[in-house]
Structure formats: structure tokens, C-alpha cells
């Protein structure tokens, strides 16, 4: 299997909650590097930008406001099958479908407040990664 890099974001309600620790513990455990990582306050444009995809969607206005809400910690994280094995310790979208023991599971609050963010495949992790870092800004 080979080493690749995902793009994770531990969303507002985390940060607030002061899960940000906890949660990195869970990918830590499972044998995910954080390669990178810094705390942000989010713009709405750049809230807007990332998910861009989602615009169409009814809940795109809120997801913005949600995201921009708190600070966020983005990061980089790096292992055998990254990404992958990031959306399996995340759980599913909607806490209430997510896996026991899976972060989602265990620390989200509603399927807008679900605590983080992963990349879906190593193309958008790349992107995603190249949106908020530089390249001198992930030491592996
Ligand atoms: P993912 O984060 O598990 O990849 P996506 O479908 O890409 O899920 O949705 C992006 C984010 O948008 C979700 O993490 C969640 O915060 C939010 N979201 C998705 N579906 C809904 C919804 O039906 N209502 C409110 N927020 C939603």
C-alpha cells in the first residue's frame, strides 16, 4: 500500500468544544502522521471556495456560517492509504449513521456539526492541501 497525504479539517464545533486533542489522538492511534497543521480563522470566501461544489445543495449558506463560526485547525496528514483510512476514523457524514467508535460517532453534534472534514480521494486531497498550505509548511 503506498504512503499518501489527505487533507483534514477539525471544524468550529471541535475546536470550541476543546476536542482538538482528542481527536488528533484518534488519528495519531490509527497510525495517521499530521504532516502539517495550523489554527485558522476561516473567511466566508474561503468557506464559499472549498466548498464550492456543495453550492447548489440548500444547506451551503449554513455550512458557510457554520464553518466560519469558530476557529478551525487544518492539516495534512500522512500514512499507508491516508485517505482512505481517514474517512473510515471519521465515520459517516451523518453522526447518527457513523460506526461506533468512529469520530463522527463519538464527538459530532449533528450532521452540519460533525466535527471534521477529510479529503473524499487523494485528487481533491491535493487540491485541498494546496489550498491552505505551501509546500514549505508540511514536513514529513
Ligand atoms: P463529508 O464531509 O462526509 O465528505 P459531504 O457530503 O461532502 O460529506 O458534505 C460536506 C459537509 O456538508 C458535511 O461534512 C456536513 O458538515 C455538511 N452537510 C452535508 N449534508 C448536509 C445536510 O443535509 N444538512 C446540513 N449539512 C450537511
Do not use: W
Not at 502539517?36 to 449558506?61: L, N, T
Not at 474517512?87 to 464527538?107: H, L, V
Not at 450532521?111 to 498550505?133: L, P, R, T, W
Amino acid at each position: 500500500m503506498a504512503v499518501e497525504r489527505t487533507f483534514s479539517i477539525l471544524k468550529p464545533d471541535a475546536t470550541r468544544r476543546n476536542l482538538t486533542g482528542k481527536i488528533n489522538a484518534r488519528f495519531e492511534e490509527k497510525g495517521l502522521r499530521i504532516v502539517a497543521q495550523k489554527r485558522i480563522q476561516m473567511s466566508r470566501q474561503q468557506a464559499e471556495e472549498f466548498y464550492g461544489v456543495h453550492k447548489a445543495r440548500p444547506f451551503f449558506g449554513e455550512l458557510c456560517t457554520f464553518m466560519t463560526s469558530g476557529p478551525v485547525v487544518v492539516q495534512v496528514l500522512e500514512g499507508e492509504n491516508a485517505v482512505a483510512k481517514n474517512r473510515e476514523i471519521m465515520g459517516a457524514t451523518n453522526p447518527a449513521n457513523a460506526d461506533a467508535g468512529t469520530i463522527r460517532k463519538d464527538f459530532a453534534e449533528s450532521i452540519e456539526a460533525n466535527s471534521v472534514h477529510g479529503s473524499d480521494s487523494a485528487e481533491n486531497a491535493a487540491i485541498e492541501i494546496a489550498y491552505f498550505f505551501a509546500g514549505s509548511e508540511i514536513v514529513g
